[in-house]
C-alpha cells in the first residue's frame, strides 16, 4: 500500500482549485460538486496524503482498505499479466476516484494501481466508504457516473492500443496526463512509458524522437515536457477526441 507522508485529518476547504500551492484546497471534481450535508460527513472521514511517484495504491486480487480522490496526484489503472507484463488500462486524476469496485459491494481490485505522478489525494478506509456511501446518495450517483467514464475510456483504449501507432498513442496519453494535472512537465521513463503503452522501450524512444523533432515535446532522461499542446492535438489519434467528445456529451446530459 502507499506510504503516506504527514496525513491530516482533511477539513471541507471548498476554495475555488489552484487558490493553494500547498495541495490543501479541494480540487477533486467530485468532492467539489457534492453538496454541503454530503460534503462534510464525507471530509470527517478523509485523511489528506501525500502520493509519491508509483506508489502501490492498489494490488489486483487483493482487498482493497482504502479508496482516493486523486486532488493533485494522477494514478494508473494497469492489467497485469500472469508473466508480470502490464498495460495501462485508465488514468485517474483530479476528476475522478480510485476504488471503484468498492461502490459496487466489492472487496477485491482487479487491476494494480499506481501513482504516476506525485502528489496529494484525500484517502478514505473501504468499510468507512460503504457507510458513507448509504448516507450520501449525491456521492453515490457521482461515483456511479464515473465508473461509466472508467468504463467507456477503458475500451476505447483498448483499441487505440490495438489500431493506432505509438507516437500517436504516446500523444493520447500525454493529453490525458495533462488534463488531469495541467502540469507540462511529466517524470517519465522509457520503461515506464512502455509499460503504460504496452509496448517495447525502442518502440517508445522513437515516438518520443517524432513528436521532439517535430516540436512538441522536449524529451530528456527521464522527463517529458509538453511543448506545444495544439500541435499535440493535431498528432495524436482520433481516440482522444473520441473520449473528449462523449465526457462532453455526458455532462450536457446532467446539467
Same mark, same amino acid.
Given at each position: &500500500? ?14 475555488? *482549485? ?6 490543501? $484546497? ?6 467539489? *460538486? ?8 464525507? @471530509? ?21 482498505? @482504502?479508496?482516493? @480522490? ?9 492489467? =497485469? &499479466? ?14 475522478? +476516484? ?5 461502490? $459496487?459491494? +466489492? ?8 501513482? !504516476?505522478?506525485?502528489?496529494?489525494? +484525500?484517502? =478514505?478506509?473501504?468499510? *468507512? ?20 467514464? &472508467? *468504463? &467507456?475510456?477503458?475500451? !476505447?483504449?483498448? $483499441? ?5 501507432? =505509438? ?24 520503461? +515506464?512509458?512502455? !509499460? ?9 524512444? =522513437?515516438?518520443?524522437?517524432?513528436? !521532439? ?9 527521464g522527463h517529458v515536457t509538453i511543448l506545444n499542446r495544439p500541435g499535440l492535438e493535431e498528432a495524436t489519434c482520433e481516440c482522444y477526441g473520441v473520449i473528449k467528445q462523449q465526457l462532453e456529451n455526458w455532462q450536457s446530459e446532467t446539467h
Amino acid at each position: &500500500m502507499a506510504k503516506k507522508s504527514n496525513p491530516t485529518r482533511a477539513k471541507p476547504k471548498r476554495e475555488p *482549485a489552484g487558490s493553494s500551492g500547498d495541495g490543501h $484546497a479541494v480540487k477533486n471534481e467530485i468532492l467539489l *460538486a457534492l453538496p454541503r450535508k454530503e460534503s462534510d460527513l464525507l @471530509f470527517s472521514k478523509l485523511i489528506l496524503v501525500k502520493l509519491r511517484l508509483h506508489d502501490v495504491l492498489q494490488e489486483a486480487g487483493e482487498p482493497i482498505e @482504502f479508496s482516493y @480522490f486523486p486532488n493533485t496526484a494522477m494514478a494508473s489503472v494497469l492489467n =497485469v &499479466m500472469a508473466d508480470g507484463r502490464s498495460v495501462e488500462v485508465g488514468l485517474a486524476g483530479k476528476e475522478g +476516484f480510485v476504488g471503484l469496485p468498492l461502490i $459496487a459491494g +466489492f472487496r477485491t481490485s482487479p487491476n494494480r494501481i499506481n501513482t !504516476q505522478s506525485e502528489g496529494m489525494a +484525500f484517502k =478514505v478506509d473501504a468499510e *468507512a466508504l460503504g457507510e458513507i456511501l448509504r448516507q450520501c446518495p449525491e456521492l453515490a450517483r457521482h461515483l456511479l457516473r464515473y465508473s461509466q467514464v &472508467m *468504463a &467507456m475510456e477503458a475500451t !476505447q483504449l483498448a $483499441a487505440c492500443n490495438r489500431l493506432h501507432e =505509438v507516437d500517436e498513442r504516446l500523444a493520447r496519453w500525454l493529453l490525458m496526463s495533462h488534463d488531469r494535472i495541467g502540469t507540462d512537465a511529466l517524470p517519465l521513463t522509457q520503461e +515506464f512509458l512502455a !509499460q503504460m503503452l504496452g509496448t517495447r522501450r525502442a518502440s517508445v524512444s =522513437v515516438a518520443a524522437s517524432i513528436l !521532439q523533432r517535430a516540436g512538441l515535446i522536449k524529451y530528456a532522461r527521464g522527463h517529458v515536457t509538453i511543448l506545444n499542446r495544439p500541435g499535440l492535438e493535431e498528432a495524436t489519434c482520433e481516440c482522444y477526441g473520441v473520449i473528449k467528445q462523449q465526457l462532453e456529451n455526458w455532462q450536457s446530459e446532467t446539467h
